[in-house]
């Protein structure tokens, strides 16, 4: 499914997690950032909608969307979060840059969630023009950084519930979607 047929900024809080008690790391990068500010907007907002604290999200800057590797390595490595999210918006321009700068944060992002603890999530735009990046951090295809917040909170809760589950070597719920307990039943070792 393209983006055209989904609103990115549509969530069921139903099926979303508790995240009271999660922290958030947040990445921005600084090109392009009247579509960074507005990505960071719908994932700041829709955090606190579901309600995470303020003071449990924290923002660093980085230059470009290149630099969001290194900015979440050092975020994930320093601080106490349970996910990191990157926002970054790479435009086509007339050359190849565009083709290298999106494969090499794609590929240190997925390096990232295989190498570290902490989920990253990629709320990078990969755009070919500047409509189609407004389109999507807050017009007419909703605001891919409100998507990222959710998938952010989800990612933070699988992790929490795995490390409950190993603790008491028990498999992760298997049934399709996650369900949602309000706090994980103790497993008494039989
Ligand atoms: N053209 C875009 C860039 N380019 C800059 C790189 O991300 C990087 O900062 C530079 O190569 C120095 O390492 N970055 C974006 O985020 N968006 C672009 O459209
Ligand atoms: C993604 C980029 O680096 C690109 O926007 C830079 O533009 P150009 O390819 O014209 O140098």
Request: charged share 20%; with cysteine; aromatic share 8%.
């Amino acid at each position: 499914m393209a983006t055209e047929n989904k609103n990115l900024s549509e969530y069921d809080k139903n099926t979303i997690p508790n995240a009271k008690d999660f922290r958030f790391g947040i990445v921005v990068s600084e090109w392009n950032e009247t579509i960074t500010e507005g990505l960071y907007n719908g994932a700041f907002d829709a955090l606190i909608d579901c309600e995470v604290p303020a003071q449990q999200i924290i923002r660093w800057n980085v230059p470009g969307s290149f630099e969001l590797i290194y900015g979440a390595k050092k975020m994930l490595q320093t601080q106490n979060v349970d996910a990191v999210i990157v926002i970054g918006c790479v435009i086509q321009g007339e050359t190849k840059h565009f083709d290298f700068v999106c494969e090499g944060v794609t590929q240190g992002i997925k390096d990232l969630n295989v190498q570290t603890d902490i989920p990253v999530i990629f709320c990078v735009l990969t755009d070919n023009n500047m409509q189609q990046s407004i389109d999507r951090s807050g017009g007419v295809h909703g605001n891919k950084g409100t998507e990222a917040a959710i998938a952010a909170i989800k990612m933070a809760y699988i992790r929490q519930q795995a490390s409950i589950a190993h603790a008491y070597n028990q498999p992760l719920l298997t049934s399709g979607a996650l369900q949602i307990e309000d706090s994980p039943k103790k497993i008494e070792n039989e």
